[in-house]
């Protein structure tokens, strides 16, 4: 095989997998900044009303014997 070929392919590898680990690098980036927002949002959030998003048919009615 030539020398200079050799190099092209090997130079080509090289850069194929730069781009892959740049490329990976940003969605861990986008992925970790998007975990900070949920758990942001998590604790803000007021349980009682996530609770009464999640069954909204609990708690409307009240049963009265007099």
Not at 1 to 4: E, K, R, T, V
């Given at each position: 095989?030539?020398?200079?070929i050799m190099s092209m392919s090997l130079n080509q590898g090289r850069v194929q997998q730069q781009a892959s680990l740049s490329v990976m690098k940003m969605a861990i980036g986008n992925a970790e900044q998007q975990g900070e927002a949920v758990q942001e949002l998590i604790s803000s959030a007021n349980v009682k009303a996530l609770q009464q998003a999640a069954q909204p048919h609990l708690g409307g009615n009240i049963d009265l014997k007099l």
């Open positions: 095989m030539d020398i200079a």
